[in-house]
Structures are given as C-alpha cells and as structure tokens.
C-alpha cells in the first residue's frame, strides 16, 4: 500500500478546542504496527473530555490526566499496512483492533498480570505520545494487546468490539449466577453490551433500568426481562415489588450519572453485589453506612476489558452477543463536530466515525 506523508486527524489542543488538521502520518518503529484505522467509536469519555470534566482535565481534587495536543479516540478498528520486523505475528493486510491500554510492562500491576491496571495508564488518544483514532493513520505500538477480526464481520458488529468488551468485564465482576436477581442500571452502548453476556449466565431475574424507551425496547429483544423508566414509575418500589422486598443481588451502573449510585444502594438486598462501571463527570456522594453497617454490600469497580476481547469477538461472531441496532449513526471525519453533538444528544446509541 502506499502510504501518504500527510494525513487528516482530528487533534486537541485543549477542552473544547478541537481541531481538525493535517499532519503528518505517523512514523512506525520495528516494534509498531501502522495501520489504516477503518471506524473509531465515540466513546462517553471522549465527550466528557471534550467539555472540560474534571476527571479528564483536573479539578474537584482530582488530577488532570489529559495531555495535549493529542488526537482522540480509543474504539478503533482498522487494517495493518506496515509492520515492524519485531511486531509480531501481524502482518500487512490484516484487520485488527486493540485493547484500549498500551501497557508500561514495568510497573507493579504489569509485574504480577495486572496489567489493566498499570500505573502510567496509558490509553490511546488522551496524551500527545499515545494518539487515538480519529485519524487516517494510527500506530499500535509496543506493549499493544492486538488482536485479528474476521474480514467478514460487518463494520457495524467489529466496532463493537472494544466496548462490550469492556461490558463483559463487568459483567464477570459481579459474580452472576442462576440464583441471582440481577439489576443493570444504563442502556447505551456499554450496558447493551452487557445484555447478553448476562443474559448467557441466565439469572432468575433481570432488570434493565433506562430514560429512553428505545434503549429499552433493544434491552428485551437482546435478553432483559423486565425494562423499567425510572422517569415513568419508582424504580426502587418496582425493583423490591419484583423481588418480594428483598432487593436485587446483582447491581451494575452503567450510567455515568450519580443519581443512580444512590438508586442502587436503595434497591440492592443484604449481602448484595454493586458493580460500577462509569467515567463520572464529578463526584458522586453516597451514605457510606448503607454499603457496611446497613447491608454489608460488596462493591467492585469495573475498568477497562482485560482477557474479555477474545471471548468478545467470539460471542460477536456467532451472534451471542446481540449488536443490532446499537451503532446508530455514522459520520466522516470531517463531520467531528456533528458526530460529537449527536453522541451526547438524545437521538444516538452509538456514534462511530469512520476517517
């Protein structure tokens, strides 16, 4: 393939300065793959960074972890059009994602397998030395976790790849078994991601809580029993009306908004499981005397989709893990700015760019 000096990318300079450029096509080293990057997503962290939230750029006594000028995004999926010669198995032509984090090999959480949890936490397309997918051209470099996807699978299912497999680590974070009520709080991308990989543990209730009645219309035909509209009816009294007062075992937040961290500690039983899984604006505040002297509940955070993207792209293919109707919108790179508003409007699920 011959690959052009210059190329269009998306880069920011800053939260809300985004600006679409050329620039140079990015120079691999032995250990990188170059490649034509075929569709990035737009994720929720994408447009939390985009406008300024504290988790991203500092403040509200957090760090800023944006470094720019970088190029953004991190759902990526594309072709290898150059391979250095210690890169590996891949080779020109093959059709690859990779995991959000690029892995330092050295730290502590690296040393013991941990690696999704490595203290520089490089992910793609939040700092200068690490840009995303909103670009021509991308590298994969060194430390990269890459993986093959089938030529064959659909643009629309292969750039699902990266979020449900993040959807899938949480899902096996809560514990879910035959026994369990399980409630999932969030149907957009990462909570319908979830619907199946839940729905393939079969508890003996699930309940998808959503805003939007399409949202929850995709919930039931992908798996959910019941679908509730906290806007229409009490959730927390449907919630222990369908669970004989007892609460669900199993609560999983995909939202990103903190309302529903208190909804949940509400309608969670004794002994219950609460699984987070949320890039928040600002903090949430919740009575920490519910989660130990109330209910004894178990919390685990959930982040990022370690060993999940194998298992992911399988359930994928084979159609296990239901993705119709979950990318509802497409957009050239030239049309950022619409792709960016129509992801945070109300009328997108998910809202893939394709440079």
């Known amino acids: 393939m011959n690959i052009p000096k210059h190329m269009q990318a998306l880069v920011a300079h800053g939260p809300d300065d985004y600006r679409l450029m050329q620039v140079p096509v990015p120079t691999p080293g032995p250990h990188d793959l170059l490649i034509r990057v075929e569709a990035c997503g737009i994720c929720a962290g994408d447009l939390k960074a985009q406008q300024q939230a504290a988790r991203f750029w500092g403040g509200d006594g957090m760090p800023g972890y944006c470094e720019p000028p970088f190029i953004p995004g991190h759902e990526i999926v594309g072709h290898v059009v150059w391979a250095g010669e210690l890169a590996g198995e891949f080779q020109p032509g093959d059709r690859v994602v990779s995991e959000q984090i690029v892995p330092c090999g050295a730290c ?24 995303g ?18 030529e064959e699978l659909p643009l629309r299912r292969a750039a699902l790849i ?19 009520a399980v409630v999932l709080a969030g149907a957009g991308t990462l909570g319908l991601g979830m619907v199946g990989a839940i729905r393939q543990r079969n508890p003996k209730q699930f309940i998808v809580l959503d805003l939007d009645e399409r949202r929850l219309a995709l919930a039931r035909s992908f798996g959910a029993d019941v679908t509730i509209n906290p806007k229409k009816e009490d959730a927390v009294a449907r919630v222990m009306a369908l669970t004989d007062g007892a609460g669900c075992d199993v609560y999983i937040d995909a939202t990103g908004h903190a309302p529903s961290v208190g909804q949940g500690l509400a309608m969670i039983c004794k002994g219950g499981t609460f699984v987070e899984l949320s890039v928040f604006s600002s903090p949430a505040t919740v009575d920490w005397s519910i989660i130990g002297d109330t209910k004894e509940i178990t919390i685990y955070g959930s982040q990022l989709s370690p060993y999940c993207y194998a298992p992911t792209m399988e359930g994928i293919v084979s159609g296990t893990i239901p993705t119709d109707g979950v990318i509802t919108h497409e957009f050239p790179l030239s049309a950022w700015r619409e792709a960016f508003n129509t992801a945070r409007s109300g009328d997108a699920i998910k809202v893939i760019i394709r440079p």
């Open 108 to 131: 502590r959480y690296c040393r013991d397998g941990r690696y999704w949890l490595c203290d520089p936490h490089n992910v793609y397309g939040f700092k200068a030395s690490l840009p």
């Open 133 to 150: 997918g909103m670009a021509e051209y991308m590298i994969l470099p060194k430390n990269s976790r890459n993986y093959i996807v089938p």
């Open 162 to 180: 990266e979020p449900f497999a993040c959807s899938l680590h949480a899902v096996r974070r809560g514990r879910i078994t035959v026994d369990h």
